[in-house]
């Protein structure tokens, strides 16, 4: 095993074990990636070209994350005016089964258009003001993480992996929408109709202030006005992209630069103080930054074990030894419930090229399904579970003993209508 290999693997194995070390995952991640390269240099043939290489794998890796820096910052923008208020207002009822059913739908479309991070913490907050028994609450959220993965698969803006996928030419967004609709579809509802018959009652609702803006720093027009446009720039993205041909980062950006300008115009009357905290700049503060520089940290390891034909070797490995290429696809599925699945993903899209599966092929379709859904298994196994985690602290065994198994049959349905349908 190469010494590059070596130092990926352990500083994977840090990024897994956060909790316990308290190091937080983005500096590993940074060192990790630095290293690689820093030792991809010094065994090269030729030192000059490693630069090079570099530079051409930092184009692509900086249009994802400047177009996850944008739809932060738009969401953060949307959450500043209570925008998401209105989706807390539709939910009406007490009876248990109805909000399951009403709380997945909406999480499972909300995430296809936000993301399934943003979305989790958002329907997150929004159940602490439906559901007051704390136990009630934490299967909601254990649901709320299953249909935040499923929806963020059938979308090129719902998941992270997905968009590095679009993003990278792997799959067209019209394709992502008709290809994986049903399988993300069919992977929320099985466990559903699973858990409805055990659903019954009605719930207790408590009184928790949706956000810290107060409603009253902002109008129903304001609000209104900020939450469809923003909606609408997300949702008009993949429409850009086929318009123009530019990469998506181009229209996340145009739509950021046309929601500030929207923004400065309706509050320029307030004072300073009351603007500060409805603005761009303001919401720019509040973004996950170290989720970004983790993004970059990750990217650029994995781009150096590309350069270095080890993720070709792997790719080979994997195709001389198991049986077929649907059943390796699910595995890879399932190892994102305990890796992340942004260096799987990263790691097929160096190992397979364009040229061995070109655009729209089933595999990157599957490949898409199946990390971004499959990490609803553990509760550490996607961006969303620990987003649940931090909210309610929900712990690991209490995941596994009573989502992991909906998530698992709800990730096999799944799949099986793809194979069956797409493949």
Known sequence: MSLLIIIFITGYLLITLEQKTAINKAAVALITGVLCWTIYLLNSNDPHLVPTQLMEHLGEIAGILFFLLGAMTI??????????????????????????WIVSFITFFLSAVLDNLTTTILIGSILKTLIKDKNDRWFFLGMVVIAANAGGAWSPIGDVTTTMLWVG??????????????????????????????????????????????????NAFQRNLIFFCGIAILVLIPVF??????????????GLGLLWVISELIHKDKDTADKDVLSVAYALRKIDVPS?????????????????????????CLDNHLPHQNFIVMIIGLCSAIVDNVPLVAACIGMYDLNHFPTDHTFWEFIAYCTGTGGSVLVIGSAAGVAAMGMERITF????????????????????VYIFVFS
């Open 75 to 100: 969401v953060e923008l949307i959450d500043a005016h209570d925008g998401f208020h209105i989706v807390s207002r539709i939910i009406k009822t007490s009876d248990k089964r109805k909000i399951l």
């Open 169 to 218: 030419g792997q799959l067209t967004s019209k394709n992502i929408i008709l290809k994986l609709f049903l399988p993300s579809l069919v992977c929320l509802l099985v466990p559903l109709l699973a858990i409805s018959f055990k659903m019954k009652g009605k719930t207790e609702r408590s009184l928790v202030v949706f956000s810290e803006q107060s409603l009253n720093s902002v």
């Open 241 to 254: 992209k086929s318009v123009t041909h530019l990469p998506p980062f181009m229209g996340m950006l145009l």
């Open 292 to 316: 970004i520089l983790f993004f970059l940290g990750i990217l650029i390891a994995v781009a150096a074990l590309q350069s270095a034909g080890e993720l070709t070797q792997l790719a080979t």
């Open 397 to 416: 065994s209490w995941y596994l003993k009573k989502i992991s198994w909906l998530a698992l049959i709800g990730y096999l349905a799944g799949a099986v």
